[in-house]
């Protein structure tokens, strides 16, 4: 998500199949970034490797949220398909530990050795076909990230050190995908006192600068309680 939060990003990876013999395309689609767990790994350690060969980033915000493991997740026939042609048995019983992370997309380049990879709005998802039952796991994962958000401040992993209160607004906007009364709104922000304003504006912009404001972590684990839920 950059500054102008537009979108909610998620990364996605092309899965592509032709056929050796007449060329054709037998599977053109999009799944969930992930990977299978060393023998010797950690599951957390497994999700901080997956997001560093993506994303090159350590020390980011990384939650476990969702496990799946019906057995029928691996039955459609483009995945069966996918996995005889990568030698993997499609009748084994496949378990996914799942992960969600923050990531604020400027100056980060996403890559896969292998793939394609791709920043994609939420939004826009649905009119993707995803492989497996990413689509359910996307759907938990947003249903996960939205009830932290209410109640932890993770949104601040996605602001910069000093932000201003409508870029602020614009990231629950957008990841609620609603609007808030920007009055109602900037209330119940004069109430956290860990939501420090400080003594510096914009520069450089055509409208009227916006003061900065930070986040002060100390003073929030001095007084947590449940925040940020602008729906109410």
Same mark, same amino acid.
């Given at each position: *998500?950059?500054?102008?939060?537009?979108?909610?990003?998620?990364?996605?990876?092309?899965?592509?199949?032709?056929?050796?013999?007449?060329?054709?395309?037998?599977?053109?689609?999009?799944?969930?970034?992930?990977?299978?767990?060393?023998?010797?790994?950690?599951?957390?350690?497994?999700?901080?490797?997956?997001?560093?060969?993506?994303?090159?980033?350590?020390?980011?915000?990384?939650?476990?949220?969702?496990?799946?493991?019906?057995?029928?997740?691996?039955?459609?026939? *483009?995945?069966?398909?996918?996995?005889?042609?990568?030698?993997?048995?499609?009748?084994?019983?496949?378990?996914?530990?799942?992960?969600?992370?923050?990531?604020?997309?400027?100056?980060?380049?996403?890559?896969?050795?292998?793939?394609?990879?791709?920043?994609?709005?939420?939004?826009?998802?649905?009119?993707?076909?995803?492989?497996?039952?990413?689509?359910?796991?996307?759907?938990?994962?947003?249903?996960?990230?939205?009830?932290?958000?209410?109640?932890?401040?993770?949104?601040?992993?996605?602001?910069?050190?000093?932000?201003?209160?409508?870029?602020?607004?614009?990231?629950?906007?957008?990841?609620?995908?609603?609007?808030?009364?920007?009055?109602?709104?900037?209330?119940?922000?004069?109430?956290?006192?860990?939501?420090?304003?400080?003594?510096?504006?914009?520069?450089?912009?055509?409208?009227?600068?916006?003061?900065?404001?930070?986040?002060?972590?100390?003073?929030?684990?001095?007084?947590?309680?449940?925040?940020?839920?602008?729906?109410?």
């Amino acid at each position: *998500m950059d500054l102008t939060f537009r979108d909610l990003n998620v990364i996605l990876v092309q899965r592509e199949l032709t056929d050796p013999i007449s060329g054709e395309k037998l599977i053109n689609d999009l799944t969930l970034a992930g990977n299978h767990v060393y023998m010797d790994e950690q599951l957390d350690a497994a999700a901080r490797r997956v997001l560093f060969d993506l994303t090159g980033l350590h020390d980011i915000f990384l939650e476990q949220f969702y496990t799946t493991g019906d057995p029928d997740r691996l039955s459609k026939p *483009m995945d069966q398909l996918w996995l005889k042609s990568i030698n993997k048995n499609p009748s084994e019983r496949v378990v996914s530990v799942c992960y969600y992370s923050l990531i604020n997309s400027i100056n980060i380049t996403i890559t896969k050795k292998d793939r394609v990879v791709l920043w994609v709005p939420v939004q826009d998802v649905k009119n993707q076909e995803l492989a497996f039952d990413h689509a359910k796991i996307l759907e938990n994962a947003l249903l996960a990230l939205r009830n932290k958000l209410k109640h932890e401040p993770i949104s601040f992993e996605l602001l910069p050190e000093k932000f201003t209160l409508s870029q602020l607004q614009r990231l629950y906007e957008v990841v609620f995908n609603t609007e808030y009364d920007k009055r109602n709104f900037r209330k119940k922000i004069n109430k956290m006192n860990y939501i420090i304003k400080l003594e510096e504006k914009q520069v450089g912009v055509s409208h009227k600068p916006a003061t900065y404001f930070s986040f002060d972590r100390n003073i929030y684990e001095a007084c947590k309680s449940e925040i940020l839920n602008f729906s109410s």
